[in-house]
């Protein structure tokens, strides 16, 4: 099984400033199709977690553009250029190359 | 517009069974992958199991031969079995649909139904 590692635990942030989060998986998430089966999600306070970013680097519809996903193989990392207020929450990533799929543990983004 | 609601969750001892129902509308959980993810009170999210379109199950080994997923077309409707219910099980049960295009397994969640299980 595939085991996915978040960091940091947790991330204070400046609203306008960039902030990071990264993901690491046990194993490569590059298939041979050459997309990165790597997905990222943002649960807010209080509600359903949300979809930013699959397959590595494309963005959901509807999330801004300030949010942007990249890396390879078993490292990953989602961006956000300007952070904003509503953006406080936890970030998940999840690897879906393979069942049983697998997320990892979480950053919590905080202002 | 895509909608998914969880209904089943209830306080319930341990040992015993029960079953999530997720009512799925704007769209058909025949033509799409169809999860269940877990939430555990102050934890992280947990998959449980997805189901193909191929009618094709998958499980985490921490439930696999205790919980199965089902739906029923003519309802269009995702069901989660749950069977031995243990302390552990105690959680926000989501139901989830994946990307049209199937690029993605998780793209839409429910609100989340609360199972507690306890003596």
């Known amino acids: 099984d595939i085991v996915m590692t978040q960091s940091p635990l947790s991330l204070p942030v400046t609203p306008g400033e960039p902030a990071s989060v990264s993901c690491r998986s046990s194993q490569t998430l590059l298939h041979s199709d050459g997309y990165n089966y790597l997905d990222w999600y943002l649960q807010k306070p209080g509600q359903s977690p949300q979809l930013l970013i699959y397959l590595g680097s494309n963005r959901a519809s509807g999330v801004p553009d300030r949010f942007s996903g990249s890396g390879s193989g078993t490292d990953f990392t989602l961006k956000i250029s300007r952070v904003e207020v509503e953006d406080v929450g936890v970030y998940y990533c999840?690897?879906?190359?393979?069942?049983?799929?697998?997320f990892g543990g979480g950053t919590k983004v905080e202002i | 517009e895509v909608q998914l609601v969880e209904t089943g969750g209830v306080l319930i001892q341990p040992g015993a069974s029960l079953r999530l129902s997720c009512a799925a509308s704007g769209f058909s959980v025949t033509n799409n992958y169809m999860s269940w993810v877990r939430q555990a009170p102050g934890e992280g999210l947990q998959w449980l199991s997805t189901?193909?379109?191929?009618?094709?199950?998958y499980y985490a080994d921490s439930v696999k031969g205790r919980f199965t997923i089902s739906r029923d077309n003519s309802k269009n409707t995702l069901f989660l079995q749950m069977k031995s219910l243990r302390a552990e099980d105690t959680a926000i049960y989501y139901c989830a649909r994946g990307c049209a295009d199937k690029k993605c397994y998780i793209e839409y969640w429910g609100q989340g139904t609360l199972v507690t299980v306890s003596s």
């Open positions: 189901i193909y379109s191929d009618r094709s199950t």
């Open positions: 999840m690897q879906a190359l393979q069942m049983p799929l697998s």
